[in-house]
């Protein structure tokens, strides 16, 4: 696995309106084959930093780089190689699943071929293919939820950003992604998200950073922050 | 280029109301898309007649080589107006503005694009009246057959430069507003002082030209037309082309709205994400203490619900408190200024005094208060929330009564106190102005029942934008439009009847017919919200 530096966060700081800090100097570095867990309770400043990382949200302190690239500056450069999952995707509800992913295809300039590959191969893993036809305001959330995630993967992104990618989705669709997040690491893509499930972090992450009122309170490797407990007794400790 | 293409063919499938009846397998919703169109068809077709008729009057009195111009300034006129209403929500703070952002599209690209698809969409609008108007300058002018097809093609062109101006002026708005705390409340107050200061803005044009003392009325009409032409180049352009064929005003015409349109989304581009960022987040403060709860009744908790969705929402907010703070800095333009001042700036000249306008004060008032009903956005608004109201045992008609009960109370104090101010200015007797205030609080009961017949009939929940269902949706529209044209009929018709009839008698007949309309379209609501019964069906 190589150690090329995918996305660098640099003493990003995030305030909205009336000065309150939602995200107060943070700092981290995600590696090519990472897969990070960022945890924090409700409103911690999880997804300021993740809508900024993708380029949604402006901010004025501190840097963001994604595959050496800075998301201010060139953020094209940025989001050719990045994907987002947000938590609560907002779809183009009328659009049936296919025409959607072929739009975002063409966005990334998708021959035909290879688009037709990968999403057969994305929507058969998440028993998905026999609604594509249908219009996206027909899906239950985990429908559009596994539409969004097959979208992120059409152009193999460097980066994969989600935001409570497990949230919606059938046990076995979550068993399937976390497989895919554990394939895509193997190529040398970088999976960053937030997530609640502190289970699923634990087995699944090798690094984590744990924010707790726009501030990361630990970085590190698994081993590094759990120090033999279980995530779930370290993030509470954390908190308190 | 490519990348723009893209996103243009995403944004029009993605409202194609053609694509939503092809893959659709909800029956139901493809009857409401065929009532849907039906009903846009049916407006189309009345702006259409109403465009015809007025260029049929202008060829009647000789004054047929001023349809062009008429046509242009209609046409500018609604796309300045129209774009105004909707640039928050459709340029600005745009549900799938995340989704667009986070791929790689240039901002100016996504902000041009939406624009683009926002043009498209009011192009029926534009060509209703331009089509309108070239049958009937081409049957009166019989003009050479290349003016028809440089009419249409310059008609498409005409919008873009009006529209291209007020989405500089919603972004200059969105632009200040995102600076402040309180973003909703400043992006509406500032657009409300922009839209009075256009209002004001006529009265100051119409002042300038009249200071050339045109005796008749229609020949007045058409001689500010024109002189207003001379202001707006683009109006100017386009007739100087479809009348004598001026290249140059064509080149002119095609090459300003280019140039302004790259030159606007360069410079949206570069504050485009650092807006839209301030619009779409809020800071929450965190101070909330517990306190005493009070309870409400069911219908009242609907009102209340309809009241914090309606501050939430600049869109909503501006529309719908558009037509009161109008109705009020009318009837205060009466007030202070005196209601002969008033019909001698609106009716240049025309033989029409104080008293014989009285019976018409109802419905001056609600052309503004009645112009829109928030019920005929409300049923929609529910949008993917629905299943909140539809989970609960709650009676639907209920939740209607709620919806039909805010309306109720924002617009009938407003209505009241509008005529009762214009009442003073008019001097018209204790009893008159009674009766002007009970036929405009039935009139309201009216738009408010109407209203919430047109958004149960025309309901759609799957929205992308707010705009789409309170500025464009079809039930807002079959509400206003008819609503506007039927109202300025009434106003004449009012004054005409003034004439030969008891004021009082005229009142308490208009009464009568308001209280009726009301009650039928009440009735209506009643049947409807049944079929829909508790809303789990």
Redesign the interface.
Known sequence: MSEKVILEIKHYSKS???D?KAVDDVSLSVQSGDIYGFIGHN?AGKSTTI?AI?????FTEGEILIDGHSVKDE??EC??V?A?I?DN????????GI?YLN??A????IDVKTREARIKKYADLFELTSAL???I??YSHGMKQKVAIISALIHEPKLLVLDEPFVGLDPKATFKLKEIMHELCSKGTAVFFSTHVLDVAEKLCNKVAIIKQGRIVQTGTMEEITKGHSLEETFLEAEE | M??GK??M??LR????QL??FR????KKKKRRIIGNVIGLLILFAMLMAFCISMSIGYGKIGLSYAIPVLSALLISGMAFVLTLFKTNGYLFAF?????L???????RTVAGCKFLSMYIDSMPWFMSISLAMMIGYGVYESVAIWVYPLWIVLSMVLPVIPMLIASFIGFIIARISAG??K?NIVQVILTIIFILFMFSLRFIIDDLIRNDKVEATLYKASQITDDVAGYYLPAKWFVNAVRDGSLLSIILLALVSVVLFILLFSIVGHSY??I???LK?????RKYKMTSQKSRSVISTIAFKEYRRMIGSPNYLINAGMGIILSLVVSLIFLILGMDWVIDKVMKGAPLDAASLTPAIPFIVFLFTGMIATTAWTPSLEGKNVWIIRSLPLEMKKVYQGKMLFNFLLFAPATALSIILICISARASILDSVLYVILGIALVAYSTCWGCVCGIRHMTL?W?NDVDVIKKGTATLIYMLPNMIVVMGLIVLSVFLGMRMSHVLLSLILIVIALLLALLSYVRVMKLAKKEGTGNG
Do not use: C
């Not at chain 1, 063409?106 to 300039?109: E, L, M, S």
């Open positions: 909205y309106k009336g309150v409103g809508r993708v380029g949604v949200l402006d953020p094209m989001k050719k990045t987002y947000p995707p907002d779809l183009y509800e009328n659009m049936t025409q739009f975002i063409d966005v990334f300039n036809g249908d219009l305001s027909s | 490519r990348e893209v996103l063919r995403a499938l993605s409202t194609s694509n939503i893959y659709t397998s909800d549900r799938e503005y995340d989704m952002i986070s791929l790689p599209f240039k901002a402040f705390k973003t994400i650092r839209n960022s301030a987040s809020h800071a929450s403060s799957d992308e």
